[in-house]
């Protein structure tokens, strides 16, 4: 079975072009365009509505709504595929050229803030708050640990516990 290769648009177009008048439902409409299988009645009933978005039919409201041409022609022409391929290039074209200027006006409009402002204007914030520990802060220069005598000479109290190893023997 050989397909046709017109669209459903050109189709649904064409029976209304030759009948003039006809107001038909969307399964009358497969039946005299031809169309047979459910996967192809559907693609003619969303042919159907969207002929009726594009303003060339009107609906009817009920059970079974029925289309009829409005005798005004499609308000688009329908274009080939190499038309389209370059239409949708262009908008293409058009939308990064808008992203990019959009960019860089939001550049011009505010100087980019590097990180260390960030962090020396959070760092003035938080002065008022406790003092920093130097523990671990300081990567090259780490204070030497604190002797057990340099302890006691500061006046440290050291309690010995004994071990368990200790008692054992």
Do not use: C
């Not at 009817?60 to 709504?65: C, E, H, L, T």
């Not at 939308?95 to 590097?114: E, L, W």
């Amino acid at each position: 079975m050989t397909e046709s290769k017109q669209s459903m648009a050109d189709r649904a177009r064409a029976l209304f072009a030759s009948n003039p008048g006809i107001e038909v439902t969307a399964v009358q409409a497969s039946d005299a365009a031809g169309v047979q299988g459910w996967k192809n009645r559907q693609a003619m009933r969303r042919t159907l509505h969207d002929l009726v978005d594009a303003g060339y039919l009107t609906k009817s409201i009920g059970v079974a709504p029925t289309f009829k041409a409005t005798g005004q022609g499609m308000r688009r022409k329908a274009m080939a595929p190499e038309e389209r391929a370059e239409r949708r290039r262009e908008i293409s074209r058009a939308s990064k050229a808008k992203t990019r200027a959009a960019k860089a006006a939001a550049q011009a409009a505010s100087p980019r803030v590097d990180r260390m402002t960030i962090n020396r204007s959070r760092v003035a914030q938080l002065s008022g708050l406790a003092p920093a520990k130097p523990w671990g802060k300081e990567k090259g220069k780490e204070r030497a640990a604190e002797t057990v005598e340099e302890f006691k000479a500061r006046g440290g109290h050291v309690q010995r516990l004994p071990a368990s190893w200790e008692q054992a023997a």
